[in-house]
């Protein structure tokens, strides 16, 4: 969970690289994350449970349904 000083993206969740998945860019509170496809559907429907990785993301609402 250790930030890098590296420049190289990573699945924020699993921390895969684009050497192994495809990455989706995304910003959140002024901070640019990525998340592979494989975990963006948590993002959506269960944000909350990325609060340990996205700080804030207990307060998101993800969709219901
Ligand atoms: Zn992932």
Redesign the pocket.
């Known amino acids: 969970m250790s930030q890098t000083s590296e420049n190289q993206a990573r ?6 690289t684009s050497a192994t ?1 495809p990455l989706l860019q995304f910003e959140y509170q002024g901070s640019q994350n990525w ?6 559907p948590i993002l959506i429907h269960k944000p909350a449970e990325l609060a340990a990785v996205l700080p804030g993301a207990e307060n998101l609402v993800g969709g219901h349904g």
């Open positions: 699945c924020l969740v699993c921390e895969q998945v998340i592979c496809p494989q975990h963006l």
